[in-house]
């Protein structure tokens, strides 16, 4: 089982980048997909989570009406859109599944992928 975040890169403040959460082994419409973020020096932060059912829990107050997760089972993957991107932003992201249910707990979840770096310039 692998699951890989991908998508990251340089972008200007004000940017945008949609993220993938890919996976191979695994079918992902069995999984919630949650969303995390670490920056350097701070704790993992988790920032939304889709359901199996398509519907996003968010769980940080700012990224909401920023950051948007859909899923797309026919492709396996899920995506996190990224829009006016802050420099306070710029974290490695990665994606986890947990079977059936979202957490925003890192313990509870089961698989993670490798991580994408984004970086936002001001």
């Known amino acids: 089982v692998q699951l890989q975040a991908s998508g990251g890169g340089l972008v200007q403040a004000g940017g945008s980048l949609r993220l993938s959460c890919t996976a191979s082994?695994?079918?992902?419409?069995?999984?919630?997909i949650a969303w995390f973020r670490q920056a350097p020096g701070k704790e993992r932060e988790a920032l939304s989570c889709?359901?199996?059912?398509?519907?996003?829990?968010d769980y940080t107050d700012s990224v909401k009406g920023r950051f948007t997760s859909s899923r797309d089972n026919a492709k396996n993957t899920v995506y996190l859109q990224m829009n006016s991107l802050k420099p306070e932003d710029a974290a490695v992201y990665y994606c986890?599944?947990?079977?059936?249910?979202?957490?925003?707990?890192?313990?509870?979840?089961?698989?993670w992928g490798k991580g994408t770096q984004v970086t936002v310039s001001s």
């Open positions: 082994g695994l079918t992902l419409e069995s999984y919630g």
């Open positions: 889709t359901g199996i059912d398509g519907v996003t829990t």
């Open positions: 986890a599944a947990r079977k059936y249910t979202c957490s925003a707990y890192s313990y509870a979840m089961r698989y």
